[in-house]
């Protein structure tokens, strides 16, 4: 079965340092997202793209977070520098054209120290 | 923004049926969702509905919507221990393929 692979799983790092992940769709969905699991809560969207274009990034912090998805297949999430408040899951998700159903990956489990 | 919620926690024994409920504010919500996640891992996709559904079926799993009421709710039926973790409940509204999900509800099974 298909599925979305996300690396690396665990990642430590020091505020103010930089940090990337990366997420690769199921083959075919035009559709990712990547969203921000803060512990004990639900997961809420940071950045979606259709194909290479975002479409949606109303509540990624962009002073400090960036993504791209150049050739609209993987992706990568990019913190600089980061903050101990950005400790989090940060998980990546795909659907198809219809986008009815999100496929999630592990996820990136991220701690600032 | 629009709002789902849930309780936090339940716990059942092995054998006996779950019911998680949900609740959320979006009156244009065209799916409602359940995933499950285990300890460190992803989400991972159980069942959805679509708005203009009352009820699906699927194996263990029934989910019962109620739109007037904007509740959603999740039966488990013979819970078994691996059925531990927690459930989130997750709307899309009717503007592009955003979800907002619930809180979660941590289901514990006892032997």
């Known amino acids: ?19 990337a992940f990366w997420c690769d769709p199921i083959s075919g969905h035009a559709t990712l997202y990547w969203y921000r699991q803060i512990l004990g809560q639900g997961p809420e969207l940071l950045v979606q793209f259709q194909d290479e274009s975002v479409v949606d990034d109303s ?14 297949v993987d992706s990568t999430l990019k913190i600089q520098p ?20 999100q496929y999630f990956g592990p996820g990136t489990r991220l701690l600032v120290l | 923004g629009e709002d789902v919620e849930q309780s936090l926690f339940l716990s059942v024994r092995e054998g006996d049926s779950s019911v998680i409920n949900c609740t959320y504010t979006d009156s244009s919500s065209t799916y409602l ?25 699927d194996q263990r799993l029934t989910v019962l919507l109620n739109k007037k009421d ?10 078994q ?28 099974v006892k032997p």
Request: charged share 20%; proline share 3%; hydrophobic share 35%.
């Open chain 1, 1 to 19: 079965e298909a599925e979305v692979a996300q690396s690396p799983r665990y990642k430590i790092t020091e505020k103010s340092q930089a940090v």
């Open chain 1, 59 to 72: 509540q990624l912090p962009k002073d400090r977070f960036s993504a791209e998805r150049l050739k609209g």
């Open chain 1, 82 to 101: 980061a903050e101990l408040g950005d400790s989090a899951m940060y998980l990546c998700a795909s659907s198809s054209g219809s986008g009815e159903t």
């Open chain 2, 33 to 57: 969702y359940w995933y499950k996640q285990e300890p460190g891992a992803g989400l991972q996709l159980l069942t959805y509905i679509f708005s203009n559904m009352d009820m699906k079926q």
């Open chain 2, 70 to 79: 904007k509740h959603l709710s999740l039966r488990i039926a013979d819970t």
């Open chain 2, 81 to 108: 221990t691996g059925d531990s973790a927690i459930y989130f409940c997750a709307e899309r509204g009717n503007a592009g393929n955003m979800l907002t999900f619930g809180g979660g509800t941590r289901l514990m």
